[in-house]
């Protein structure tokens, strides 16, 4: 069973940054063929992917609305994740979820298919 520990989340001005953290564990097969995935999800909104890595060679996904300002980095000894969010907007407000699963084609996919969750972390953004 695939666990997922979050951290990092906060309350920051417009124009700020934080840093997410998503440590895994309990991987039955290699760690390097999952893809581990932020998602997030505002007050009234529906889920939406925010960014992802293919731990096997370290391809990243991004939405379009944080494409140039979040970066998914890896640390593979430490089996964790990372997302760094600059430039901040109100609109990024939301609790992140940190998912991983190994389905074809996870990497971008829908967060309905991923199958490992972590608790989620919630992030603010004051104009």
């Known amino acids: 069973q695939v666990q997922l520990v979050e951290s990092g989340g906060g309350s920051v001005q417009a124009g700020g940054s934080l840093r997410l953290s998503c440590t895994a564990s309990?991987?039955?097969?290699?760690?390097?063929?999952?893809?581990i995935a932020w998602f997030r999800q505002a007050p009234g909104k529906e889920r939406e992917g925010v960014a992802g890595?293919?731990?096997?060679?370290?391809?990243?996904y991004y939405a379009d609305s944080v494409k140039g300002r979040f970066t998914a980095s890896q640390d593979n000894a430490k089996n964790t994740l990372y997302l760094q969010m600059s430039s901040l907007k109100p609109e990024d407000t939301a609790m992140y979820y940190c998912?991983?699963?190994?389905?074809?084609?996870?990497?971008?996919?829908?967060?309905?298919?991923?199958?490992?969750w972590g608790q989620g972390t919630e992030v603010t953004v004051s104009s």
């Open positions: 998912a991983a699963d190994n389905f074809p084609g996870c990497l971008g996919g829908s967060w309905k298919k991923y199958n490992y």
């Open positions: 309990g991987y039955t097969s290699s760690y390097r063929r999952y893809c």
């Open positions: 890595i293919y731990t096997g060679g370290g391809r990243t």
